[in-house]
């Protein structure tokens, strides 16, 4: 089991960048794969970005891809979301989410593929 904690939200202006950060407890961090996903009132939770459990491996969603970096350090039990040029569409709730499994077992995407959940970092972008 894992217990994730987020932070780095905020309130920022369109063309800002922010760095979301989740911590994990446990001694077994590297083996889950991670995902950052993100969700607006009514909608359904989103995926964000994702990266293996050994870091090689990430993906994005398309409306972040070349603005947004997922990285990881297991090491420090840390998972980052480098955010840059936020737009006013990227203002969410964001949340951190581990999986027990491979990268590529499932459907990665997905929120239901996914087993421990942080509580949650509000970035609000502003025009």
């Known amino acids: 089991q894992v217990q994730l904690v987020e932070s780095g939200g905020g309130l920022v202006q369109a063309g800002d960048s922010l760095r979301l950060s989740c911590e994990a407890s446990g001694r077994t961090f590297s083996t889950y794969a991670m995902g950052w996903f993100r969700q607006t009132p009514g909608l359904e939770r989103e995926f964000v970005a994702g990266i293996s459990r050994a870091g090689g491996m990430t993906s994005y969603a398309d409306s972040v891809k070349g603005r947004f970096t997922i990285s990881r350090d297991n090491a420090k039990n840390t998972v980052l979301l480098q955010m840059n040029s936020l737009k006013p569409e990227d203002t969410a709730v964001y949340y951190c989410?581990?999986?027990?499994?491979?990268?590529?077992?499932?459907?990665?995407?997905?929120?239901?593929?996914?087993?421990?959940w942080g509580q949650g970092t509000q970035v609000t972008v502003s025009s």
């Open positions: 989410a581990a999986r027990p499994r491979s990268f590529y077992s499932g459907n990665y995407r997905s929120y239901r593929e996914y087993d421990y």
